[in-house]
């Protein structure tokens, strides 16, 4: 109530109503340890109503959790000190208005747009239990932790919840403990307005064990049910409370007045009174609650963690292998030697889809690195993402060891989960059409935020699909996906560039890439003939320069564009004149170059340029400047052969030999008249 009202913004209700929920859970059963809240068996805690953050705030601040830097060291600092939650929701406070991963220690994910939590609970959960296959042996449960999320109506309304708890329940998650705030409110009023859905009934048609607590106050009723958790097997458990947002306040409960902004001080006096509580008194600590917190979940979850931690001792002497892989994995540093069979393909002007190549490489690195796992939304026969070396195996309620994820037709879904996956630090991918990044947008973006290395593989990347036609042809996703800060966009022009976008892919820790591929067979380039695909790295490389190496124009091109641009540099050197090609497979790293390195694939002196790249055309003008010419998408595709759209929607050698010319003459144009 406090913080709220000091900030004069955030959302004071449903942390009164959830206090005695979340007491409960972790005093008495959360397996965390405020002393190191990266231990890798904690048991996790997310809020998926991230509006209600003050309630994790709080949680966090009272039980002395301590901060953890970016080298995973504690060095005994508050995760949250009560200035923090003073300054709740202002500049470099811990507490934003929303909780976020890595800014907040203790925070287990970023959450705020509603279902993002729980969906990604579902990910945490999984990679709970593929770590418990690989790495459990007799006597030795190095993993079994519980997920636990706290979600409220808007959770439960958005679709994707629904995708995950029906995926969840698929796979057989008991590890999974949801806990619906069902208390009726969202922010236009009663939820009577839009939601008269039996959310129950639903969950137990996807196969979860469900509950109800009918008053969220009544803690014996609530120990109840997170016991009955405990004890479920092969299914996940949703809880559902009874609550009254603002419990307590005496005008304000059960008001969606008491969802988004503060109380006023006359009704946090009178619910202060209410409750028993000095009513003066702002921010105040008793020094009782903090002791109370020590001798729960500090001295439960202090013994749980040194147990885990002498088992861990025993474990690497009796398993040093595995015990060092999941060093590894916490660190986020991949295995030894996972690249020494990435294939190099021969010239080949036929070529092969870099789904294709893509999917070769992807294998190639699989076999090698045990925790690079992951799948697609049902498309991985045309994605090409399955691995199919012997042992690789499906991810099925049987066997949750499997590095194959079936995530089924659920974009939304996948994204979370993914996110999930790499919270738990497994190296973890997702693949699906291009065209449908849309979907699953939402947590493609909380990645990034994030600074999560989930790698996205998107396929069939332009009107290159063919006869699906406008539905299934993408054209404003590259520049959408390169809106995004901290996405790392990766367009490789044939497949040498692909083994080495995925050089560049599995070396990151902290950054999620979109790799964009094909549907078609692009031709492999000579590289005696053209510069080596290792320039991908750099983002933007000289590919073929002029024969005297001062080009009269720039030919800038990504992915199945560049092999075009070839063809038109030797048509034009037939007319005279001189281009440069230059493969710039990612604006991103290229953007990352020193600018002597940019200078030199991008010479200002030459002001012709041409673009071109099978997506809308937005953002080139940055690289070609407001004269230059931009060869793209103005429009949705059509349905028809590849061959006929390309025509029509000028992809062709002539187009672009055309577009040069002109480029050029315009230049000479402008330089006699100067
Ligand atoms: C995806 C998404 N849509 C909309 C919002 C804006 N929003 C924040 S809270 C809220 C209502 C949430 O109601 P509920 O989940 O029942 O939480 P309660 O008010 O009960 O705490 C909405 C619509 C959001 N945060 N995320
Ligand atoms: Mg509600």
Redesign the pocket.
């Known amino acids: 109530m406090d913080a709220v009202q000091q900030a004069n913004s955030g959302?004071p209700?449903?942390p009164m109503a959830m206090a005695p929920v979340a007491y409960v859970l972790w005093q008495e059963f959360l397996r965390f340890d405020p002393e190191d809240p990266i231990w890798p068996n904690r048991d996790r805690f997310i809020l998926s109503?991230?509006?209600?953050s003050t309630l994790l705030y709080s949680l966090l601040h009272l039980a002395r959790v301590k901060a953890v830097n970016r080298k995973y060291e504690t060095l005994g600092e508050l995760a949250v000190p009560l200035d923090d939650l003073k300054n709740f929701r202002q500049l470099e406070s811990k507490c934003p208005g929303h909780p976020e991963y890595r800014w907040t220690s203790g925070v287990e994910t970023t959450t705020?747009?509603?279902?993002q939590g729980v969906a990604t609970s579902v990910g945490i959960a999984l990679a709970g239990k593929w770590l418990a296959e690989r790495y459990n042996r007799p006597d030795f449960p190095m993993f079994d932790y519980d997920v636990y999320a706290l979600?409220?109506?808007?959770?439960m309304m958005?679709g994707i919840s629904g995708e995950a708890a029906s995926l969840a329940a698929h796979l057989g998650l008991s590890n999974l403990c949801w806990i619906y705030?069902n208390?009726h409110?969202?922010?236009e009023g009663n939820?009577s307005l839009a939601f008269s859905e039996d959310v129950a009934g639903r969950f137990l048609a996807y196969g979860w064990n469900v509950q109800r607590v009918s008053n969220a106050n009544d803690l014996d009723l609530l120990r109840e049910a997170l016991q009955r958790f405990k004890k479920t097997v092969a299914r996940p458990s949703l809880i559902i409370v009874d609550s009254h947002?603002a419990y307590g306040a005496p005008t304000k409960q059960d008001t969606?007045a008491a969802?988004?902004e503060p109380l006023g001080e006359n009704e946090i006096r009178a619910t202060k009174r209410r409750y028993g509580w000095p009513e003066d008194a702002k921010f105040l600590v008793p020094p009782e609650v903090v002791d109370d917190f020590k001798g729960g979940i500090g001295k439960r979850g202090g013994q749980l963690r040194a147990d885990w931690m002498n088992l861990f001792t025993a474990y690497s002497e009796q398993y040093p292998e595995p015990a060092a892989e999941t060093l590894a994995i916490q660190h986020r540093e991949p295995p030894k030697d996972w690249d020494a069979e990435i294939p190099t393909f021969p010239p080949d002007p036929k070529g092969l889809a870099s789904r294709d190549s893509s999917g070769k490489v992807l294998n190639a690195i699989a076999k090698r690195h045990p925790w690079l796992m992951g799948g697609s939304a049902d498309l991985s026969p045309s994605t090409k993402t399955r691995l199919t070396f012997e042992g690789a195996g499906e991810i099925s309620r049987e066997n949750l060891g499997g590095r194959n994820i079936h995530f089924g037709v659920r974009e939304h879904a996948m994204g979370a989960i993914l996110n999930g996956l790499a919270l738990a630090k497994l190296r973890a991918f997702g693949s699906g059409f291009l065209i449908f990044s849309d979907y699953g947008r939402?947590s493609l973006r909380l990645a990034a935020i994030m600074e999560l290395p989930v790698i996205y593989i998107f396929t069939h990347d332009s009107i290159g699909v063919g006869e699906d036609g406008p539905t299934h042809q993408p054209v404003e996703h590259l520049p959408s996906l390169r809106a995004i800060p901290g996405l790392t966009v990766i367009r490789p022009c044939d497949a040498n560039e692909v083994a080495e976008a995925w050089r560049v892919i599995i070396e990151k820790k902290y950054d999620p890439v979109a790799l964009i591929l094909t549907r078609q067979a692009i031709p492999t380039l000579d590289r005696s003939r053209v510069a080596p695909a290792s320039g991908l790295r750099r983002g933007a490389y000289v590919l073929s320069d002029a024969t005297n190496g001062k080009p009269d124009v720039l030919l800038l091109a990504t992915g199945s564009e560049v092999s075009l641009c070839l063809d038109a540099q030797e048509a034009l050197r037939q007319k005279g004149a001189q281009a440069r090609v230059i493969s710039m497979p990612s604006w991103e790293l290229f953007e990352r170059q020193d600018e002597d390195y940019r200078e030199a694939v991008l010479p200002s002196d030459v002001e012709a340029r041409v673009s071109v790249e099978n997506a809308a055309r937005f953002g080139w003008e940055r690289y070609v400047g407001l004269k230059g010419d931009r060869i793209g998408m103005r429009t949705f595709g059509a349905s028809a052969p590849l061959k006929a759209l390309q025509q029509k929607f000028g992809f062709t050698v002539d187009a672009v030999v055309s577009a040069a010319l002109t480029q050029v003459e315009k230049v000479k144009g402008t330089l006699r008249q100067r």
């Open positions: 959302h209700g449903t109503a991230g509006h209600a705020g747009p509603l279902g979600a409220g109506d808007g959770c958005e705030d208390n409110i969202t922010i939820t947002i969606s969802h988004g939402g």
